[in-house]
């Protein structure tokens, strides 16, 4: 469980609303994660917000910014985190996550030199 000092603020975000993004960059469409069906809202496929159908409440935020690194996404993603007041940044190594966070849920490492983290939260609903 994720502490609640460590809970971001995602639920009702809207990204077309944070004044930081480009509305260049931004699309919004249909989408499935994983197997659940939905709607996201994306900057590329390097930032996703995620809500299942008929719902008003975001249940995934992604960040992947290391694969296909681009300063600019960097940038946003950043600013995006501190948006939803979440209290890490991307550079963070998994020392300071696992401090705030505990151990992941679930984790892999399918990138090199990258690990991704997985915390379920189920009083918020949301990964």
């Not at 000092?5 to 260049?24: D, E, S, W, Y």
């Not at 994660?33 to 409440?57: D, N, W």
């Not at 975001?58 to 296909?68: C, G, M, R």
Request: charged fraction near 25%.
């Amino acid at each position: 469980m994720i502490p609640e000092n460590g809970r971001v603020q995602m639920k009702h975000l809207n990204l077309a609303n944070c004044t930081f993004i480009p509305k260049n960059f931004l699309t919004e469409q249909e989408f499935s994660y994983g197997a659940v069906k939905g709607v996201a809202e994306l900057v590329g496929f390097q930032i996703i917000l995620f809500r299942k159908t008929g719902s008003k409440k975001n249940t995934v935020l992604s960040i992947d910014w290391a694969e296909n690194f681009h300063p600019g996404v960097l940038d946003l993603a950043q600013q995006l985190l501190v948006q939803i007041k979440c209290p890490l940044r991307l550079e963070d190594d998994r020392k300071k996550v696992e401090h705030l966070y505990g151990k992941a849920d679930y984790s892999d490492d399918i990138n090199v030199d990258c690990d991704q983290l997985y915390y379920v939260d189920a009083g918020q609903n949301t990964l």
